[in-house]
């Protein structure tokens, strides 16, 4: 890929491979039915390009599987932890490290231990996930994200702000006493994979400070929101992508990561904490729940991997390829004549389902409907961020309030698909562009209460015309 002058490409070679599964269309039509009209549920051998998640599905490095093998199994105290450890606290400067399976993990044993029943946590935006853990915490989940964000075709560098004059509002408001915490997603991951900047990390790190509210990040795509800052903020432009996100650390009281993204493994996460009572509170959780405080549910393996990732992922050239790759798959979309939230991020690309597909209503779910579409016509897996993910349903499952945007997220894993895979992806969206009246609209069957994007099952609609 030419810049310029020059050529970027992955600062690494492939040296294990993994077969592709190819189904026919009658195949991929079946495999949808029987999974509900759900990607969630299809099988893995039935996805050809799997854009479902970069949680978990990167690819490891020879460098991670050799420190892997040197793994220490102790149940406590394994050389392991203190590698894992020391590359934490070099990293975030922060005192106290827990590990935890994954980063859900982190956020339930944060949450329950910080929030208290009817207390308040504002974000820039709370993924799934993190909504869920927050309500499930006897907490409310309240997004300030910036207005700027609302405007999906705008080129706004940092559309991952949170929105500080608002929250100076909230912070001195009527319900400024039920604020429990204030945490910052980095990169946006709610919003189309948006970062934030320091100078807005620096805003709401003082205000919180001034109104003693704990400040805290999520941190899972924190090497990806530096890059980004790097090459978008004045005056960091001379940082390393570690200096920038070892200052973004240094701005919050602690942090919740899952290293499934930028931890560049398959498990793991971490918390990061000053306090000293705070850390003692989450500790007894984590024994409790998850395994002792120097293993927290991860094997000695998971820990050294994790070690050597948490240094390959800040390298300066692996993240200017994974960015430019993403960069390059973009244009291409938008070429092919199908929108995108602008500007592109790194981890994944959010397509504009709504406009593509503006024959389907919200209640018929065009984001979901175009991420079938793309399960049908080229077995690409992918996931919706609309009404189906945001909206709100009644009883008999129908579409009272819809989602302010109708989205698809193709999210990439790292060190996974060649550009010639992703090449093929803007080729399928680019026929669906086409032809988008044939995208049937769906309507749901069956819905569990919590995190319905999971398990929800679905039925097209009448024919398309």
């Not at 854009?51 to 093998?69: F, N, R």
């Not at 020391?86 to 399976?101: A, K, S």
């Amino acid at each position: 890929m030419a810049v310029g002058q020059q050529v970027i490409f992955p600062p690494y070679r492939i040296k294990v491979v993994e077969s592709i599964p190819i189904l026919t269309v009658e195949e991929r039509r079946q495999a949808l039915a029987d999974a509900g009209y759900n990607p969630f549920n299809l099988r893995a051998d039935q996805v050809t390009i799997d854009l479902l998640s970069d949680s978990g599905t990167g690819a490891t490095s020879a460098v991670q599987e050799a420190a892997a093998s040197a793994g220490d199994e102790s149940y406590a105290g394994a050389r392991s932890w203190f590698r894992f450890h020391e590359e934490l606290r070099d990293l975030t400067g922060y005192p106290h490290i827990l590990p935890v399976h994954q980063g859900r993990a982190g956020e339930r044993i944060l949450f329950s231990s910080l929030l208290k029943p009817g207390q308040i946590c504002i974000s820039n935006t709370h993924f799934d996930t993190t909504h869920a853990n927050v309500e499930l915490a006897g907490a409310e989940p309240r997004d300030l994200p910036c207005p700027e964000a609302m405007d999906l075709d705008s080129e706004y560098p940092f559309k991952g702000n949170l929105d500080i004059e608002a929250l100076k509002r909230a912070l001195s408001g009527p319900d400024r006493h039920r604020i429990g915490l204030v945490l910052m997603t980095v990169t946006n991951n709610g919003l189309g994979a948006q970062p934030a900047s320091m100078a807005n990390l620096m805003a709401a790190s003082e205000l919180c400070g001034h109104h003693r509210v704990p400040f805290f990040l999520d941190g899972a795509r924190f090497a990806e929101n530096a890059w980004l800052v790097g090459q978008r903020e004045p005056g960091y432009d001379d940082w390393t992508p570690r200096q920038i996100a070892t200052r973004a650390f240094q701005l919050a009281d602690g942090c919740i990561v899952s290293l499934k993204k930028d931890g560049l493994s398959a498990i793991g996460g971490f918390i990061g904490l000053r306090s000293e009572q705070l850390h003692a509170r989450c500790e007894a959780n984590l024994i409790a729940t998850e395994g002792f405080s120097t293993y927290g549910g991860l094997a000695g393996r998971d820990l050294e991997r994790l070690a050597v990732g948490l240094r390959e992922v800040v390298d300066a050239a692996y993240l200017g390829a994974r960015a430019a790759s993403t960069a390059r798959l973009a244009q291409k979309i938008c070429e092919s004549g199908v929108d995108i939230v602008q500007p592109p991020g790194i981890h994944a690309l959010y397509l504009n389902a709504g406009r593509l597909l503006s024959h389907l209503p919200p209640h018929q779910f065009p984001g979901h409907a175009l991420g079938c579409q793309l399960y049908l016509d080229g077995g690409i897996r992918c996931a919706e961020l609309g009404s189906l993910y945001l909206g709100n349903i009644d009883d008999q499952y129908r579409l009272v309030s819809c989602a302010p945007f109708e989205l698809v997220r193709l999210a990439i894993p790292r060190r996974v698909y060649t550009d010639t895979h992703l090449d093929y992806v803007a080729t399928v969206l680019a026929d669906i562009a086409r032809h988008p009246r044939r995208a049937r609209g769906y309507r749901i069957v069956s819905a569990p209460p919590v995190l319905r994007p999971f398990k929800v099952r679905l039925e097209p609609t009448a024919v398309a015309a």
